[in-house]
Nanobody, 123 residues
Framework: QVRLVESGGGSVQAGGSLRLSCKASGNTVCMVWFRQTSGGEREGVASIYTANGATYYAAAVKGRFTVSQDNSKNTLYLQMNNLTPWDTAMYYC???????????????????WGQGTQVTVSS
């Protein structure tokens, strides 16, 4: 069982930046940031394969968001720059500790979830 605790959400104006953190209670294989708008589906934003640091970004955030990890702290980060109102959502950290070759951003693949942190971007 892996517990995930997120922090770092908030409200910013368009063009601003935020950094989200997700601290895991144990070792993981894949860690992913998802986001969900009110009434929308949960979409994958970025993932990281913790063993080698391989990353994936959704097209909507590529070049603006950076996912990283601090293995010594079992913590995942999402640096979000040049935010737009379209980025407004609840952001969730998810993780899996089972062996796998690739970190697909499919919600059902992840048994562990954080509580979510709200990001609101105003124009």
């Amino acid at each position: 069982q892996v517990r995930l605790v997120e922090s770092g959400g908030g409200s910013v104006q368009a063009g601003g930046s935020l950094r989200l953190s997700c601290k895991a209670s144990g070792n993981t294989v894949c860690m992913v940031w998802f986001r969900q708008t009110s009434g929308g589906e949960r979409e994958g934003v970025a993932s990281i394969y913790t063993a080698n640091g391989a990353t994936y970004y959704a097209a909507a955030v590529k070049g603006r968001f950076t996912v990283s990890q601090d293995n010594s702290k079992n913590t995942l980060y999402l640096q979000m720059n040049n935010l737009t109102p379209w980025d407004t959502a609840m952001y969730y950290c998810a993780a899996d500790d089972r062996p796998r070759d690739y970190c697909y951003t499919i919600p059902s693949h992840y048994p562990y979830w954080g509580q979510g942190t709200q990001v609101t971007v105003s124009s």
